[in-house]
């Protein structure tokens, strides 16, 4: 590893035998006081994803999805924890925003699953800090404030949003301390419970009341008969390590694809930040993503099987659909034969974790339950209206996800644990991770910390306003139609949270995109 850093950044990679790392700092503490008190890395994890949804509630929520991807010192598993669109769902509309917008939420689900099958410590010691947060406040970050105050001018007419998340009539600033105790008795709750009060008790019967109240299909049977699944993961070979993901319905498999495409070319005949380099990643990923779009659904649904559309010859088909030299407007092929957070810790006995949760668009759905402080997600949102799509709108259904956690093993071992929050970025995002990581050898914080590229559509690609303008250019020579962006702006290029073994511990990166921070011991 190459612990040389060639771009502009306020921050050096974290070296620990035991690390935790996420876009929160508050979070990234919360999960490290898990590790203090003898804890695993699940436990840590666990606590830092509660604790984030309180203070990063602009990207989850209690009423969030999520999926994982654990190694538990002996083998890989993956967890699918996101939910369905109601029983009765009777709309053919795809809503953005509002209860109409929200299927079951999962994450309670997953935190339950992960801490009995891996937890050492009580499930009610992984609430502890984020109920502190919650009760007695906690100083508001400036990025969070940021898309705070942009949600805030969306959402405030938004059932139980403004009486929830606008004190004073406005977003919190900066450095202004925000209480939530309605949240603090529901996370008490949860932790009491072990997570049944949120799917068939008292917390169960406010959000389905308030589903009834405002017209919504979402109701108390609903919520009870949510699982999770245990789902394993998905894999491709790329330079010499194995990358898994997690199944559909996640676009995950997307950045397997292009990474399959990729295994065609030498990339590593090209400088990392060349524009040959980047415009190879640019075409693959746009095959990979336009069969996600295709394709992916929940898979009880789709027409099309995972494997089928990572199969080594038809990876080599897509990849002949790829001019070194010539952006080109991809579509899907034909593989069958005939706001999210991310938070990822290690700890010295070799477990990593893997973990994200969502509410999709900047505080989801909008809707906070009232009196419970549960900001509800809109992933409904994902669902498409298209006729005979495997994800179009339906019942009982899961929709299309853009939240991936990512894994890296080598021959069979556990090598890196990484994600890249941010919509549409995040297959984008692993993709450029891995290649700069296992092709370039560069640093988790070095890889982190370069100038990304966002595939838009057609040959659209958003840059970020620090990439050399002589690569601008020369991506614009080749037919890429290039939107300079800054790195803070609405959408942004994500935010990525990587812990890679290192000799006999880790080393993390934390995106400077974010106020988040590695820490450890």
């Not at 919650?134 to 105050?149: D, K, M, Q, T, Y």
């Not at 995950?252 to 590593?268: P, T, V, Y």
């Not at 005979?388 to 090598?415: C, E, Q, Y």
């Amino acid at each position: 590893m190459d612990f040389s850093n060639p771009y502009d950044t306020r921050r050096g990679p974290l070296l620990s035998r035991n690390a935790v790392a996420t876009s929160q700092p508050l979070a990234a503490q919360a999960g490290l006081a898990m590790l203090y008190q003898g804890g695993n890395a699940v436990d840590a994890a666990l606590a830092a994803a509660i604790a984030l949804t309180v203070v990063e509630p602009t990207g989850n929520g209690l009423g969030s999805d999520a999926f994982a991807i654990v190694w538990d010192g002996a083998g890989l598993h993956g967890l699918n924890a996101s939910g369905r669109s109601p029983a009765g769902l009777a709309s053919d509309k795809v809503a953005q925003r509002g209860w109409d917008s929200v299927t079951v939420p999962g994450a309670v689900s997953g935190w339950v699953a992960l801490s009995e099958r891996f937890g050492a410590l009580p499930f009610e010691a992984l609430f502890a800090p984020a109920i502190g947060y919650a009760e007695n406040g906690f100083a508001v970050s400036p990025i969070i404030a940021r898309l705070w105050h942009l949600g805030g001018e969306v959402l405030s007419q938004q059932p139980g949003f403004a009486e929830n998340f606008l004190p004073h009539g406005r977003a919190p600033r900066p450095g202004e301390t925000f209480h939530n105790p309605a949240q603090a008795r529901s996370l008490r709750l949860i932790a009491e419970t072990k997570g049944e009060a949120f799917y068939t008790g008292t917390l169960a019967d406010k959000i389905a009341d308030d589903a009834a109240r405002h017209g919504a299909a979402l109701t108390r049977e609903d919520l009870a008969t949510h699982r999770v699944d245990w789902c394993g993961t998905l894999q491709t070979g790329y330079a010499g390590v194995a990358v898994h993901e997690i199944p559909p319905n996640g676009q995950g498999i997307a950045a397997l694809s292009a990474l399959g495409i990729l295994e065609h070319f030498d990339l590593a005949a090209h400088a990392p930040d060349s524009a040959q380099a980047l415009h190879l990643q640019i075409e693959a990923i746009k095959l990979g993503l336009a069969d996600a779009e295709g394709f992916v659904a929940d898979p009880a649904h789709m027409d099309v099987e995972p494997e089928e559309m990572l199969a080594p010859d038809y990876l080599a088909r897509r990849a002949a659909n790829i001019d070194p030299d010539l952006a080109q407007v991809a579509s899907k092929g034909a593989p069958k034969h005939g706001g999210t957070v991310y938070v990822t810790a290690a700890d010295d006995q070799g477990r990593m974790v893997s973990l994200i949760q969502s509410n999709y668009m900047g505080f989801g759905s909008g809707v906070v339950v009232p009196g419970t402080g549960i900001s509800l997600q809109n992933r409904g949102a994902g669902f498409v209206t298209t006729p005979g799509h495997a994800n179009r709108i339906g019942p009982g259904k899961r929709p299309f996800h853009t939240i991936i956690p990512g894994f890296v093993t080598k021959d069979g071992a556990p090598l890196m644990s990484f994600g890249v929050m941010g919509g549409p970025m995040q297959a984008q995002g692993h993709v450029q991770m891995i290649t700069r990581m296992m092709v370039h050898q560069q640093s988790p914080q070095a890889a982190s910390d370069a100038p990304r590229w966002r595939f838009v559509s057609g040959r659209e690609v958003a840059v970020e306003s620090s990439m050399p303008l002589k690569t601008v250019e020369a991506l614009e020579a080749m037919g890429h139609k290039i939107v300079r962006e800054a790195p803070d702006n609405a959408f942004g290029f994500g935010g990525a949270q990587l812990i890679a073994r290192h000799i006999d511990g880790y080393v993390a990166g934390s995106d400077h995109r974010k106020d988040g921070c590695a820490v450890g011991y």
